[in-house]
């Protein structure tokens, strides 16, 4: 137990998985017969082999257990939440494809709906529990930083910010002994051999500057021979932002300065799916109704169309035609000028329309079609993005993506008129967090605030 490894922590985590599963098993099989006496037992030992082993290779395959000191509970419930997913899939796939054993549907269903809710509540218990056995001295492990520059003062700052990660910062190497305290400082480059030989160190960290490649590659070498792992910290603060990734093309490594979730395919099928199902539904089992309902009110309150079509600014800086149910008197000025509150143009209906965001119904085709996502950055007018691309730094990233009916930036309250270019700023702060962060719950979370803003009103929808 006070061993700074602990070689047990997967096999803790993996066990205590079997376990759960055999509970949500058990009680799949009372709450289906209310009894464990008179039922077939050969049948279903099979069935909960195959639970097991179903597991097994889900979690395998999802990497569930791939965590490290780092990993936030977030990552470990996305890692979670694919498992189950595969495992919902293998197990389908066996009653429905391979038809081996008739199967309970009741014992499955009980079962896994047990499961699922206790390996969630698992994974949050443990991941706390290992946070406080390493708060306590259990499970870290030491480390040296070669450098006391900046960046490995930083690092420094890190390793001590938080007990829960497990790590115990020995101290600095450094050629100049005054760049970092006495009792922080072990000692010049060249003694870093004498030390690890004499001294327990798990882990080295190089924070020197990119020109001391020599130096990396002796300290590597060093590293190997003495069994320690040995890690360079890339110094990217010379980049205007911090939020950058590194990837190998080939043998070339590459920075991108830039985490863009929706470059993946994988996540691209899936908010393209989840877009043509939303909206499916909505043109299917809403629009037949309420547009013949909204088209005669919209035509007894002014002359003109139904709908109002605006060239707009899409992915990739594309223009497509955006709908919208019309809310104004036609009028010259549709193409470069702002709603704004009290506009004479708005008629008495189409403030309704825009006050509930009903007046974006119709976009749920440009949904359909492929030009927006159910949830992105709000598009806006060529005129104005040509004019704030000029005025807000940044305006154009949220063009990386496509425009969506709602967005983070509105569900926070940045909305309607852009009266100062700060509102704006503000605006793209918001479309380029989005942008960067996006994951298929966030999109979940954003329509669920949509929704209640739509109930209760917002102040800046006119």
Not at 4 to 16: A, P, V
Not at 146 to 169: C, H, I, Q, T, W
Not at 379 to 391: A, D, G, I
Not at 394 to 412: D, E, S
Request: charged share 25%.
């Amino acid at each position: 137990m006070g061993g700074r490894y602990s070689k047990f922590i997967k096999l803790t985590h993996y066990t205590g998985d079997v376990v759960l599963l055999l509970i949500s098993f058990l009680a799949g099989y009372y709450g289906k017969w209310e009894s464990f006496i008179g039922v077939e037992e050969r049948e279903h030992l099979i069935v909960l082999l195959f639970m097991i082993v179903s597991w097994t290779f889900a979690i395998r395959n999802t990497r569930v257990f791939d965590i490290n000191r780092v990993t936030q509970i977030d990552q470990v419930i996305r890692t979670t939440f694919r498992a189950i997913v595969l495992n919902t899939f293998l197990i389908f796939t066996l009653i429905v494809v391979l038809k081996a054993y008739e199967l309970s549907r009741m014992l499955l269903l009980i079962a896994y709906s047990f499961f699922y809710v206790l390996i969630i509540v698992w994974r949050l218990v443990f991941h706390k529990l290992l946070k406080w056995y390493r708060r306590k001295g259990f499970n870290y492990r030491r480390v040296a930083i070669v450098g006391a520059g900046p960046l490995g003062k930083e690092m420094r700052n890190f390793f001590n910010s938080d007990l829960s990660y497990g790590f115990r910062f020995v101290g600095f190497f450094d050629d100049n002994p005054s760049s970092c305290n006495a009792e922080n400082y072990l000692g010049t480059l060249d003694e870093i051999e004498s030390f690890l030989k004499n001294n327990e160190v798990d882990e080295l960290y190089c924070a020197l500057p990119d020109y001391a490649f020599k130096k990396v590659q002796r300290l590597t070498q060093l590293c190997d021979e003495n069994v320690i792992r040995f890690k360079v910290i890339p110094d990217f603060r010379k980049f205007s932002r911090r939020r950058v990734t590194l990837n190998f093309y080939g043998n070339i490594p590459v920075v991108h300065q830039r985490i863009e979730p929706l470059q993946s395919l994988q996540n691209r099928i899936k908010k393209r799916a989840f877009d043509i199902v939303f909206s499916s539904l909505v043109i299917l089992f809403i629009f037949p109704w309420l547009y013949p309902i909204v088209a005669l009110l919209i035509k007894k309150s002014s002359k003109g169309p139904v709908l109002f079509v605006q060239d707009r600014t899409g992915v990739d800086n594309k223009s497509f035609r955006c709908l919208k149910f019309r809310t104004m008197k036609v009028n010259v000025d549709s193409d470069k000028k702002q709603a704004s509150k009290g506009d004479p143009r708005i008629t008495k209906i189409g403030a309704f329309l825009r006050k509930s965001n009903l007046d974006e119904f119709p976009q749920f085709i440009n949904v359909l079609m492929g030009d927006m996502s159910i949830v992105g950055p709000r598009p806006h007018m060529l005129k104005h993005t040509e004019e704030y691309s000029k005025l807000v730094d940044r305006f154009m990233v949220r063009h990386l993506c496509k425009p969506g009916i709602t967005g983070w930036a509105q569900v926070n309250g940045y909305r309607g008129e852009t009266k100062k270019t700060e509102q704006m700023e503000k605006r793209v702060l918001y479309d380029i967090w989005y942008l960067e962060r996006w994951s298929f719950f966030l999109d979940l979370r954003i329509i669920f605030l949509t929704v209640k803003n739509m109930v209760k009103g917002e102040e800046n929808a006119f």
